[in-house]
């Protein structure tokens, strides 16, 4: 008798048993539904940028043709002259700026607009606070570190959720009018002291034949030519990298590590910057600033430049920043000489 009790007791646990499981497995995924309901209600309501780009039916279909050419001329690239890959590490993703909440992920290049496009991404994810003109917010605090996160911040799982769903862009710029813009910029300004303190006096030094001792001390006026040469000084980037307003677009952004959806350009800066702005939905929110045409460096200024450096420097100048032309589809300049 005892034993048909202990059965029947032995069922009945494993049936209310069995009932709680199912209870609980109900419980736990209406939950779960109504997440997903709600995430795709949200993402009905609000298409991300990279699914504006690729539906291709938001913006000109001759704008969207430019960019297409331009993603593919570099995928090309990079499969001809670059023979090894590489997993990214977080040190590679420090130039790269997250806006979670437009999906977007920018690689800065300074001597390319960077400054203002900081403005825009403080505008966009609220660091700026009210303020929705880029131009209000002063220049220095465009590059104050922390005000914008940087892909290296996040986790490993993060930075690859953000690196397959989110619209990468970077805007490049013809390689030797940039570095001539960073000549300019760092070494020809009386303000910018601590470039002169901390690069001048250590060009001046080795490559200046019997330098004077004020020359020395302050490093204010150092020639372009001084200037190349300590670029490339193969001792310079055994020392320490480059700094980053003359390294490499393709060491600060590896556009053939991280696959670029806009690749913008100085040279048509307006026009792809509203595109990038118009697949973020965000064009009426904020505006690009415009650029001042009277002090930027054209190809014409950067031809007087070079005008007094030797071929011989002219060619090893080149292989140091060969990759960025060949990448980016930008021509051997016509005023050089060793050609």
């Not at 034993?3 to 009932?19: H, Q």
């Not at 040190?91 to 800065?108: A, F, P, S, T």
């Not at 702005?277 to 007087?304: H, I, N, W, Y």
Request: hydrophobic share 35%.
């Amino acid at each position: 008798m005892r034993k048909p009790r202990v059965i029947r007791m032995v069922f009945a646990l494993s049936l209310g048993c069995f009932v709680m499981v199912i209870f609980y497995f109900n419980s736990s995924l209406k939950p779960a539904s109504e997440a997903v309901g709600e995430g795709s209600s949200r993402q009905k309501s609000r298409r991300s940028p990279l699914q504006t780009l690729y539906d291709g039916d938001q913006v000109e279909s001759a704008v969207q043709a430019i960019h297409q050419g331009r993603r593919e001329l570099l995928e090309e690239a990079c499969r001809s002259y670059t023979r090894k890959r590489r997993v990214l590490i977080p040190e590679d993703l420090k130039h790269i700026i997250v806006d979670d909440q437009h999906g977007l992920l920018y690689c800065y290049v300074p001597k390319v607009a960077c400054t203002n496009w900081k403005r825009v991404l403080m505008v966009l994810t609220g660091v700026a606070g009210s303020n929705t003109d880029p131009l209000a917010i002063p220049a220095n605090e465009a590059h104050i570190p922390g005000n914008l996160r940087t892909l290296s911040e996040y986790s490993t799982s993060q930075i690859n959720q953000r690196l397959r769903s989110y619209l990468k862009f970077v805007f490049v710029r013809e390689p030797f009018e940039r570095l001539v813009s960073a000549y300019r910029n760092k070494f020809t300004r009386s303000y910018n002291t601590a470039f002169h303190k901390r690069y001048g006096t250590k060009i001046v030094q080795r490559h200046r034949p019997d330098p004077q001792p004020e020359a020395l001390e302050r490093g204010n006026d150092v020639s372009f030519e001084e200037f190349v040469y300590y670029l490339v000084d193969p001792a310079t980037q055994r020392e320490e990298p480059f700094n980053e307003h003359w390294e490499r677009v393709h060491s600060l952004c590896h556009p053939c590590l991280i696959h670029y959806d806009v690749v913008g350009k100085y040279e048509t800066l307006e026009q792809d910057s509203r595109y990038v702005l118009q697949l973020a939905g965000v064009e009426d929110q904020v505006s690009f600033p415009a650029s001042s045409k009277s002090t930027r460096t054209t190809g014409d200024m950067a031809a007087q430049f070079f005008h007094n450096i030797s071929p011989f420097y002219q060619k090893k100048l080149y292989n140091l920043y060969r990759m960025d032309f060949l990448l980016f589809n930008y021509s051997v300049p016509a005023y050089l000489k060793f050609r």
